[in-house]
């Protein structure tokens, strides 16, 4: 019979698929690796059992425990699950412009969620990350995987993401493009991928216009999941060749292509960073093979990037010349 143990086994070996309406005209091949066919959905199923495993060995999280997280949803679905098989409670804190959507997922899979304001500064005593030192402090048998500071999030994508593009590329991508969150992916898959390739390899970052990866100050953005206001010790700052910024108007657009022209519904983040590889692949040649991190899928995002009156509203869909909203149905 052919099964697994259960669901958390399924984590990794997500495919590549090939980009080819948003790629045409352009001489590389453009590849996506598609991370929503892990089981929670997202490139996080990775980082949580890693980093759970880790804290179980060294003792820092004991059977019974709690585990509290700072998370815009995609590394709680992750923890969730891991938390499920292993019999821990969960409690996971975001900013209040993650969707209700993904909120709601999390609470399915029995966690409490804490929601924070996005607009104070990560110092603020309401700022999503001061409330999650709160409550690691307030309940018994705590444990806080902080993915901005655990070096087991980077190692987990230097121990799987980076040998499966190596491996299924078979050694010939030539540039390597993700977004930026806590820097864990791009950090330990651009490592793995360096040194594998002797230097050869290029390892870009895609940033939303704003945040501190791309010189910015941390200024709001609609785009989640990536972009920071501060920097992150999961973020090797060495690791990335170059950092391209997307505004958040070409993030979106490019995420509707996405599924309109590839077949792919996936979450904003994924829009942002094929935008920077396109970006990138213009420069290009036939040679080159261009890998695009893609780390989740969209049905967490249907209020809001596939919401023709959420994207109006922000002034990201252009009235036609009949005067009508792209998306109306005439
Ligand atoms: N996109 C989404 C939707 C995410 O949730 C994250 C994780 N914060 C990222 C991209 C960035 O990944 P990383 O944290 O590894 O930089």
């Known amino acids: 019979m052919d099964y697994v143990e259960h669901i958390a086994d399924l984590v990794g070996n997500t495919p590549l698929v090939k980009l080819n309406s948003l790629a045409e005209g352009l001489a590389p091949l453009v590849l996506a690796k598609v991370e929503y066919f892990n089981p929670g959905g997202s490139v996080k199923d990775r980082i949580a059992l890693r980093m759970v495993e880790a804290a179980e060995a060294s003792g820092e999280l004991r059977p019974g425990g709690t585990i509290v997280e700072p998370t815009s949803g995609n590394t709680g ?8 098989r292993k019999g821990y409670k969960c409690v996971f804190v975001c900013p209040d412009k993650v969707s209700e959507d993904k909120r709601n997922v999390l609470k399915a899979y029995g966690a409490r969620v804490v929601v924070c304001p996005t607009a104070v500064p990560p110092e603020h005593p309401d700022s999503y990350y001061s409330v999650s030192d709160r409550l690691v402090r307030e ?33 010939r991508i030539t540039h390597f493009v993700a977004g930026v969150g806590t820097g864990g992916t791009i950090s330990g898959t651009g490592r793995y991928l360096k040194e594998a390739s002797q230097g050869r390899v290029q390892v870009i970052g895609a940033d939303p216009e704003g945040s501190v990866y791309s010189g910015g100050t941390g200024r709001p953005y609609l785009v989640e999941g ?22 958040d108007a070409e993030s979106f657009s490019t995420t509707r292509r996405l599924a309109l022209e590839e077949g792919l519904l996936v979450g904003g983040s994924c829009g942002m960073a094929v935008a920077a590889a396109l970006k990138l692949a213009q420069r290009l040649g036939p040679d080159d093979v261009v890998v ?3 780390p989740d899928g969209g049905r967490g995002y249907l209020g809001k990037v596939f919401n023709d009156r959420w994207m109006a509203g922000y002034g990201f869909l252009e009235p036609d010349s009949s005067g009508a909203t792209v998306g109306d149905v005439l």
């Not at 993915?147 to 799987?160: L, M």
């Not at 920071?228 to 170059?242: L, Q």
């Open 226 to 247: 990536v972009g920071e206001d501060f920097w992150p010790d999961t973020y090797d700052r060495g690791i990335a060749d170059e950092i391209i910024s997307i505004s």
């Open 292 to 294: 695009v991190l893609l």
């Open 139 to 171: 309940i018994e048998g705590a444990w806080k995987p902080n993915q901005y500071a655990n070096k087991e999030n980077p190692a987990s994508h230097y121990e799987s993401t980076g040998p499966e593009i190596w491996r299924q590329t078979e050694g």
């Open 77 to 84: 679905v992750g923890l969730a699950m891991v938390a499920q």
